[in-house]
């Protein structure tokens, strides 16, 4: 039965056996396309102030006690071979069945003729059989004057402005495993149909943010951390979360996305659970719980993110949605939001990004409402490009819209009012394509080969990179490409698409050479020979000739960048509507991924700005910390004073005074200074001895690894003797003129380190050092800022109690 299911799933797919709106076994749908399908439908309502009328019915779960022929039914009625019905029966006779009771398994009992739950075939069994009465209904709606049919606005104005106001969709039943909505126009119709399949019960909410907040605060509110002798570790409570909260929020946020401040109150939420458990007085920094350690943060998910990725990603799948009955729904709702709503300007792209529809909330999908804001908040700003322009140069473009963009984007300039627009139309002129169209001619130049440079030296994903692309021939092209996800595969395969449509197609002579032997491996034209041709080479023959002098103007551009002009984008092979930051270029790989990245990167340069510049990581020693201490140690006592020190909120004399917690400032040890973070950790005669020992063992272990590497103590001296002093207030090491070691921070370590002829000609065994020795000397800075915090709270209990005892 499971090979039968497995070649029978992928089948009824291929072949549309299923009603679209019939999610269950259904291959490219979701259970959050559903709830966004349905959501568009409300939407569509509310924005064109049409009645529709919905009945939510629940059926017997198919899948338990269901009758074999109904599915025997089903393979007849579509055409299924018989052998199916012969082999399902054979698995339905004499099957063995235990009870459980409260006291255990009964004796087995034999049945035939009844479909077992559990069993592999059990979902597609139930689907084909409601598939049935699913296609009954469409068709005694396809007569219905009553029957819900979905267009644009501008359609029903007889006014189409897109190519996909032209549209339409017939909606009359969803459905999942065992639950279904059917719609009318009327209560007369509704009832035709609700007579025709099944009643109805328990409404659901669809597309209420509040309700799904309101769900996931109770959830966590409620949720109880696990009681242990002592203090939970900061380590622990990151999985506890992470595999109790975050996995049920990100399963119920995918189904309907909540609004960015009620994201932001959860993860406050979350923050306070883990604040309780620490045992300090005052709450640390969301923003440093939720940044990666490589930015200094502690790791902890962040709901917000998790849920503006998902909103954003849900946009693009129903826009971009492969069952055609979602994706017009989507197109539909799109067209209206534009024309209707925002005077034809995409909310979605360039200018529509700053408007704001929070008001229009029951008009548009409460889901597409949190992705457009937060697609505007991004920095850069996220716009969901349409990659197939074809409508306007084809000309399906009415007029009216045209006008109204063009008056959108020169507001000042005179253009034909409606009373001249109406005149075109009573003469039949209503689109672009009636007053003219365009023309494209190739011309006949002959291009030979492709170079494309990449960027000087590697970058991370979010530094600027720049690739230029020579063509070379007859005539001579260098163009770039810009953004930060381009490589130098983009300028290959950008150079061979350029050369493939400059070059005169009608030219059989034509001969394309390039060093790219993939591409010529795999790109297949028959109208011009595409050859491989090695690169570097130092023959003289012409190709190899080409390929040097296309390599030359290449390489000069990328020392002219501003000079040259830049390449179109090809988009056949991308997504209808896809993601664009001008920053990026197109957008192609997971967007959760990119919005969660982009969102810690803002969220560490928010920060970095003011906070006393605790986290300011631009004035130190950018290397990753090792991240065992913050995530993996047994005993992390370390990662939480990191929190609360970074965060600013350890309950030094000087903080205790300013919120009015204490009564003087100064050290509680006897020091002549203020207490703050810093005398703490630096200044305190208290711990001048652990300082030293500290610097001691810090230099120790750095010299014996320069030695390992072969090097000799006169070789870094500036190195040891910052190691020497890395825990104290050295003005040459610090950029800041005082010692930052408690907060995790280096010095800048790259212009320390050695540099001998014959020793370090390995730049990776070089890098490697500069990483081991960045690691120990962050390792041991932590430990230290652990101990003295630890020793210093226990001797403030101490006294705490001594003064109680007196009192």
Same mark, same amino acid.
């Given at each position: 039965?499971?090979?039968?299911?497995?070649?029978?799933?992928?089948?009824?797919?291929?072949?549309?056996?299923?009603?679209?709106? +019939?999610?269950?076994?259904?291959?490219?749908?979701?259970?959050?396309?559903?709830?966004?399908?349905?959501?568009?439908?409300?939407?569509?309502?509310?924005?064109?102030?049409?009645?529709?009328?919905?009945?939510?019915?629940?059926?017997?779960?198919?899948?338990?006690?269901?009758?074999?022929?109904?599915?025997?039914?089903?393979?007849?009625?579509?055409?299924?071979?018989?052998?199916?019905?012969?082999?399902?029966?054979?698995?339905?006779?004499?099957?063995?069945?235990?009870? #459980?009771? !409260?006291?255990?398994?009964?004796?087995?009992?034999?049945?035939?003729?009844?479909?077992? +739950?559990?069993?592999?075939?059990?979902?597609?069994?139930?689907?084909?059989?409601?598939?049935?009465?699913?296609?009954?209904?469409?068709?005694?709606?396809?007569?219905?004057?009553?029957?819900?049919?979905?267009?644009?606005?501008?359609?029903?104005?007889?006014?189409?402005?897109?190519?996909?106001?032209?549209?339409?969709?017939?909606?009359?039943?969803?459905?999942?495993?065992?639950?279904?909505?059917?719609?009318? #126009?009327?209560?007369?119709?509704?009832?035709?149909?609700?007579?025709?399949?099944?009643?109805?019960?328990?409404?659901?909410?669809?597309?209420? &943010?509040? !309700?799904?907040?309101?769900?996931?605060?109770?959830?966590?509110?409620?949720?109880?951390?696990?009681?242990?002798? #002592?203090?939970?570790?900061?380590?622990?409570?990151?999985?506890?979360?992470?595999?109790?909260?975050?996995?049920?929020?990100?399963?119920?946020?995918?189904?309907?996305?909540?609004?960015?401040?009620?994201?932001?109150?959860?993860?406050?939420?979350?923050?306070?659970?883990?604040?309780?458990?620490?045992?300090?007085?005052?709450?640390?920094?969301?923003?440093?719980?939720?940044?990666?350690?490589?930015?200094?943060?502690?790791?902890?998910?962040?709901?917000?993110?998790?849920?503006?990725?998902?909103?954003?990603?849900?946009?693009?799948?129903?826009?971009?949605?492969?069952?055609?009955?979602?994706?017009?729904?989507?197109?539909?709702?799109?067209?209206?939001?534009?024309?209707?709503?925002?005077?034809?300007?995409?909310?979605?792209?360039?200018?529509?990004?700053?408007?704001?529809?929070?008001?229009?909330?029951?008009?548009?999908?409460?889901?597409?409402?949190?992705?457009?804001?937060?697609?505007?908040?991004?920095? &850069?700003?996220?716009?969901?490009?349409?990659?197939?322009?074809?409508?306007?140069?084809?000309?399906?473009?009415?007029?009216?819209?045209?006008?109204?963009?063009?008056?959108?984007?020169?507001?000042?300039?005179?253009?034909?009012?409606?009373?001249?627009?109406?005149?075109?139309?009573?003469?039949?002129?209503?689109?672009?394509?009636?007053?003219?169209?365009?023309?494209?001619?190739?011309?006949?130049?002959?291009?030979?080969?492709?170079?494309?440079? &990449?960027?000087?030296?590697?970058?991370?994903?979010?530094?600027?990179?720049?690739?230029?692309?020579?063509?070379?021939?007859?005539?001579?092209?260098?163009?770039?490409?810009?953004? #930060?996800?381009?490589?130098?595969?983009?300028?290959?395969?950008?150079?061979?698409?350029?050369?493939?449509?400059?070059?005169?197609?009608?030219?059989?002579?034509?001969?394309?050479?390039?060093?790219?032997?993939?591409?010529?491996?795999?790109?297949?034209?028959?109208?011009?020979?595409?050859?491989?041709?090695?690169?570097?080479?130092?023959?003289?023959?012409?190709?190899? +000739?080409?390929?040097?002098?296309?390599?030359?103007?290449?390489?000069?551009?990328?020392?002219?960048?501003?000079?040259?002009?830049?390449? &179109?984008?090809?988009?056949?092979?991308?997504?209808?509507?896809?993601?664009?930051?001008?920053?990026?270029?197109?957008?192609?790989?997971?967007?959760?991924?990119?919005?969660?990245?982009?969102?810690?990167?803002?969220?560490?340069?928010?920060?970095?700005?003011?906070?006393?510049?605790?986290?300011?990581?631009?004035?130190?020693?950018?290397?990753?910390?090792?991240?065992?201490?913050?995530?993996?140690?047994?005993?992390?006592?370390? !990662?939480?004073?990191?929190?609360?020190?970074?965060?600013?909120?350890?309950?030094?004399?000087?903080?205790?005074?300013?919120?009015?917690?204490?009564?003087?400032?100064?050290?509680?040890?006897?020091?002549?200074?203020?207490?703050?973070?810093?005398?703490?950790?630096?200044?305190?005669?208290?711990?001048?001895?652990?300082?030293?020992?500290?610097?001691?063992?810090?230099?120790?272990?750095?010299?014996?690894?320069?030695?390992?590497?072969?090097?000799?103590?006169?070789?870094?001296?500036?190195?040891?003797?910052?190691?020497?002093?890395?825990?104290?207030?050295?003005?040459?090491?610090?950029?800041?003129?005082?010692?930052?070691?408690?907060?995790?921070?280096?010095?800048?370590?790259?212009?320390?380190m050695p540099k001998k002829p014959g020793v370090d000609d390995d730049k990776l065994?070089?890098?490697?050092?500069?990483?081991?020795?960045?690691?120990?000397?962050?390792?041991?800075?932590?430990?230290? !800022?652990?101990?003295?915090?630890?020793?210093?709270?226990?001797?403030?209990?101490?006294?705490?109690d001594v003064r109680s005892r007196k009192t």
């Open positions: 039965m499971s090979w039968l299911n497995f070649n029978l799933v992928p089948y009824i797919a291929k072949t549309r056996i299923l009603p679209d709106t +019939q999610v269950a076994t259904q291959q490219g749908v979701q259970t959050r396309d559903l709830m966004s399908y349905l959501a568009g439908i409300k939407c569509w309502a509310k924005r064109h102030k049409v009645e529709v009328f919905a009945l939510k019915r629940d059926q017997m779960k198919g899948f338990d006690y269901l009758s074999p022929q109904g599915m025997y039914d089903a393979v007849n009625a579509y055409g299924l071979p018989s052998a199916i019905i012969d082999l399902d029966c054979a698995a339905q006779t004499d099957t063995r069945c235990f009870i #459980r009771t !409260a006291h255990g398994l009964t004796e087995p009992i034999t049945i035939s003729g009844v479909t077992k +739950q559990g069993g592999s075939l059990s979902p597609v069994k139930s689907t084909l059989t409601t598939s049935l009465g699913h296609h009954y209904l469409n068709d005694l709606m396809s007569t219905d004057p009553d029957a819900l049919v979905i267009t644009s606005g501008s359609a029903q104005k007889a006014n189409p402005h897109l190519p996909d106001d032209l549209m339409h969709t017939t909606i009359v039943m969803t459905e999942a495993t065992d639950d279904s909505y059917i719609f009318a #126009r009327t209560l007369a119709s509704l009832r035709r149909c609700t007579l025709a399949m099944e009643r109805f019960h328990k409404p659901a909410k669809l597309d209420d &943010p509040q !309700a799904r907040y309101e769900e996931l605060k109770h959830f966590i509110d409620d949720f109880t951390l696990p009681r242990f002798l #002592r203090r939970a570790l900061i380590t622990l409570l990151r999985k506890i979360i992470k595999q109790n909260i975050i996995l049920k929020a990100r399963a119920l946020l995918s189904l309907q996305p909540i609004r960015r401040a009620d994201a932001e109150d959860l993860d406050k939420r979350i923050k306070g659970k883990i604040h309780l458990e620490l045992g300090m007085p005052f709450m640390p920094n969301s923003d440093i719980l939720t940044l990666p350690v490589d930015l200094h943060g502690l790791d902890f998910p962040s709901i917000a993110r998790i849920n503006d990725g998902i909103a954003i990603d849900g946009l693009h799948r129903d826009l971009n949605h492969p069952i055609p009955s979602y994706q017009i729904l989507a197109r539909i709702t799109l067209a209206d939001w534009t024309c209707s709503i925002n005077n034809c300007v995409n909310p979605i792209d360039t200018d529509g990004l700053t408007r704001d529809f929070t008001r229009h909330a029951n008009r548009i999908p409460h889901g597409w409402i949190i992705a457009q804001k937060a697609m505007s908040e991004s920095k &850069p700003k996220l716009s969901l490009k349409r990659t197939d322009l074809r409508g306007i140069l084809n000309g399906d473009v009415s007029l009216s819209h045209v006008l109204n963009t063009f008056s959108n984007y020169s507001p000042t300039a005179s253009c034909p009012n409606g009373h001249a627009l109406k005149s075109l139309r009573s003469k039949g002129i209503r689109r672009l394509r009636d007053m003219g169209d365009w023309r494209l001619q190739f011309n006949g130049v002959w291009l030979v080969d492709v170079k494309a440079r &990449p960027p000087t030296h590697p970058a991370c994903v979010f530094d600027p990179k720049s690739v230029t692309a020579a063509l070379t021939g007859r005539k001579t092209l260098v163009l770039k490409l810009e953004g #930060r996800n381009v490589s130098i595969l983009h300028g290959e395969l950008v150079g061979l698409i350029m050369c493939l449509i400059i070059s005169n197609p009608n030219d059989a002579d034509a001969t394309l050479y390039s060093d790219h032997l993939n591409a010529v491996r795999l790109i297949e034209d028959s109208k011009t020979a595409i050859i491989y041709t090695p690169g570097h080479a130092s023959e003289v023959s012409v190709p190899a +000739q080409m390929n040097r002098e296309a390599d030359h103007y290449a390489s000069s551009a990328q020392r002219h960048l501003r000079d040259v002009f830049t390449a &179109p984008i090809p988009t056949f092979f991308m997504d209808e509507f896809t993601f664009f930051t001008r920053a990026d270029g197109s957008i192609e790989s997971n967007i959760r991924t990119y919005v969660d990245k982009s969102q810690i990167v803002d969220a560490s340069k928010r920060i970095a700005v003011g906070h006393q510049q605790r986290m300011a990581l631009h004035l130190y020693d950018t290397k990753a910390p090792p991240e065992y201490s913050y995530t993996t140690a047994y005993s992390a006592y370390s !990662a939480v004073v990191q929190l609360y020190a970074r965060s600013g909120q350890l309950p030094t004399a000087d903080l205790l005074y300013s919120r009015g917690k204490a009564h003087d400032p100064r050290c509680r040890m006897g020091c002549n200074a203020i207490e703050d973070q810093h005398h703490i950790f630096v200044e305190c005669e208290q711990y001048t001895e652990w300082r030293s020992k500290a610097a001691e063992d810090v230099h120790r272990r750095t010299e014996s690894k320069l030695k390992e590497k072969g090097y000799e103590e006169t070789d870094a001296v500036d190195l040891l003797s910052t190691a020497k002093f890395l825990f104290s207030d050295k003005p040459d090491i610090w950029p800041l003129q005082y010692c930052t070691y408690f907060l995790g921070h280096l010095p800048k370590l790259d212009h320390l065994s070089r890098t490697r050092l500069a990483h081991h020795i960045a690691s120990d000397w962050h390792t041991a800075a932590i430990r230290l !800022a652990g101990r003295i915090w630890g020793d210093w709270q226990r001797k403030m209990a101490m006294k705490n």
